[in-house]
């Protein structure tokens, strides 16, 4: 593993930085250097260097817990604990340039001020050579720690790169692809470039088509995060069958270790599926790696090389899981997943675990527990299918909906909590959004018939809250009603605005896209307030006729960036140069909402076939072609990268 030094002026015991810890509290707004070998910042023995960014990250959500003198006068002391020792927490924070609190914040500080000192080697030879040192492709343990920078972005949202993944439609718009950053420097053109994109094909694999792609040299453009060769390039790809030729299909979204080296997903083969972890390559392996599930190697008792190495397992009951994505808690690491009979599955030892940031070699391989049945019968011997799982740090549950409309808690000695039948049809079919900040998880239901005005004549789109701190049994939460819903279309996840992460969760705004069963898939303000019961606003009608969106993503970058997409009858005028809008396939569209001037005009859209999966956000950095938007089209199985602003 790679030193971690520092400039001379900051070459100084990590101690000394203590007095800057308040100073750096504030959000980093410089711009970043060739910043090759700042310190990670550890939680617990978990070193944060790069940054990844998978669906769990839009599901896991921290507003602000104070400080700990606030969270013991408030009686709240152990939460704040557990929250704060939390490396998702850790990651978040980083991520949106907000301040660390509790024991992270030390190095958390000690880092911002390295980065800080750096700043006079940007352009320097020395500078870009130490860019180079760090940018070596040993995926996580080597590479450098990422920092933020929140340029001013342009209106328009502008198509970098398409890459077609095989012959076929692609999945389900609540299925994301996944991104893991090394460092946003300036001058860091060769770790820029291996950032990485990981990306589901949805379709059947063969020996010529894989389940599961990743590209890097990802960004286009000029300068010094131009990657020169065709972008993007294959990293890795590989095929999974049982081990008689029998291939299946990845329908659900890839989580990724906290180093970046490893990912986990599911793979549905017949009528099972599978876990499956590979180990990245320390180069680019572009050959298809067809890997037979009987003949395995167990990660955890491997090295990177040359090409990436897979370990998978059948679930041991053999049920199938085509809709529920894996959840990993990073800080037991622990992997909890769905399957489509009802049973929530947990396993151990699911990546590599780190001692003094350097990957342990000798450990068991994944493990799986006794699956856990939800407990809500289907009237036919069995349980009602899952949606993906959300662990909750503050209660230490697994929040999970199922497809008939109920909200489960389980918990770690696999004893089941069911809230009343919220709804039927669709019913949950998106993870919940869990806050373990303010102790609150949030549901959102296709069909509900459960709120007022909602019957089974008149179903609605609606989000419930529930408390994590106390039973859901037979309780409705507090629910806010966002338009009509239908069995014809998905209500998925909203997303909160950077006002509520910066406050206390009493603050700020969730934003849904609702009415899905009505005349125009609607996007709707729900005002957030102590009691779920603030105001309801529609702010713009996305769609011409009865259409889904895809679910919400967030970005504070400079100004605070919503996107959303929709698969047909696109009815906004953008104020960008591109613009999208028309009548069927026509319409199908991306569009980005800039918070800060409008919620009813977006500011700009572009044409996606058949609309998109979940939507990932990479960088928040002042360079050239490097701060991007990621997801798959539903019409084609295409890869695309697309830039968040006029870059």
């Known amino acids: 593993m790679m030193s971690s030094v520092l400039p001379p002026r900051a070459q100084s015991s990590r101690s000394q930085w203590l007095t800057f810890a308040l100073a750096l509290a504030a959000p980093i707004a410089f711009t970043l250097p060739a910043l090759a070998q700042a310190p990670a910042v550890r939680v617990g023995g978990i070193e944060v260097k790069g940054i990844p960014d998978d669906w769990t990250n839009h599901r896991v959500v921290f507003s602000d817990p104070g400080t700990e003198q606030q969270a013991i006068s408030a009686g709240r002391h152990e939460q704040w604990q557990k929250i704060v020792n939390d490396p998702r ?51 996580g343990v080597n590479g450098p720690p ?82 020169t060769s065709a972008d993007p390039s294959t990293f890795w790809q590989v095929s999974v069958h049982t081990g008689t030729a029998t291939y299946g299909s990845v329908t659900t979204s890839p989580v990724l270790s906290i180093d970046g080296s490893e990912v986990a997903f599911i793979e549905s083969i017949g009528t099972s599926a599978y876990l499956v972890v590979v180990l990245m390559p320390n180069a680019a392996d572009a050959t298809i790696d067809p890997v037979a599930c009987a003949t395995t190697t167990n990660v955890n008792n491997t090295s990177q090389g040359s090409s990436p190495v897979v370990w998978c397992k059948e679930f041991a009951d053999t049920n199938n899981d085509t809709a529920s994505s894996p959840f ?52 036919f011997g069995g349980y009602y299918g899952l949606s993906s799982p959300v662990y909750d740090v503050s209660s230490g549950l697994v929040f999970v909906g199922d497809t008939e409309g109920y909200l489960h808690s389980v918990n770690s000695s696999g004893t089941v909590v069911n809230s009343s039948r919220l709804g039927h049809g669709n019913g949950i079919t998106d993870a919940p959004i869990v806050d373990p900040s303010t102790s609150k998880v949030y549901a959102f239901v296709a069909e509900d018939e459960s709120s007022t005005g909602c019957t089974g004549a008149t179903h609605c789109n609606a989000v419930h809250q529930f408390t994590t701190t106390s039973s859901i049994t037979g309780s409705a939460g507090n629910p806010a009603v966002v338009g009509t819903g239908t069995g014809a279309s998905e209500f998925y996840a909203g997303a909160f605005d950077n006002t509520y992460y910066s406050g206390s969760g009493t603050t700020g705004n969730l934003y849904v896209c609702g009415n899905v069963g009505g005349t125009g898939a609607t996007l709707y303000q729900i005002a957030m307030n102590a009691g779920f019961t603030g105001t309801i606003t ?102 695309v990268q697309v830039s968040q602003g006029s870059l």
């Open 328 to 379: 990993v808690n990073y800080a037991t690491n622990t992997l909890y997943v769905g399957d489509s009979s009802g049973y929530l599955h947990t396993f151990t030892n699911i990546f590599h675990t780190y001692g003094t940031g350097a990957p342990q070699t000798n450990m068991t391989a994944p493990t799986e527990g006794t699956a856990v049945a939800t407990g809500e019968s289907n009237g």
């Open 146 to 227: 990422l920092s933020r920078k929140k340029p001013v972005l342009g209106p328009a949202l502008h198509n970098d790169w398409s890459v077609s993944m095989g012959t076929g439609t692609s999945g389900t718009a609540d299925v994301f692809p996944a991104k893991f950053g090394f460092a946003q420097a300036s001058n860091n053109t060769t770790a820029a470039c291996s950032d990485y994109a990981v990306f589901p094909t949805t379709v059947a694999g063969s020996t010529t088509v894989p389940n599961i792609i990743a590209y890097d040299n990802l960004y286009a453009g000029t300068g010094t995060l131009d990657c």
């Open 538 to 639: 529609a702010k713009a009608t996305i769609t011409s006729a009865t259409e889904a969106c895809s679910p919400i993503t967030e970005v504070d970058n400079t100004d605070d960036y919503l996107f959303l997409s929709v698969p047909a009858n696109g009815n906004l005028t953008a104020t960008g140069s591109n613009g999208c809008k028309g009548t069927g396939g026509a319409g199908a569209c991306v569009y980005s909402f800039d918070l800060t001037t409008s919620t009813t005009v977006p500011v700009d859209g572009v044409s996606a076939t058949g609309g998109t999966s979940g939507i990932i956000i990479d960088n928040i950095v002042n360079n050239t072609g490097a701060s991007q938007i990621y997801y798959e089209t539903l019409g084609a199985t295409d890869a």
């Open 89 to 139: 927490y850790v990651l978040q924070q980083i991520r949106r340039s907000l301040p660390v609190q509790g024991p992270a914040a030390v190095d958390a500080a000690y880092r911002a001020r390295a980065i800080s000192e750096a700043a006079g080697s940007e352009g320097t030879a020395s500078g870009q050579q130490d860019s180079i040192d760090m940018g070596q492709r040993f995926r």
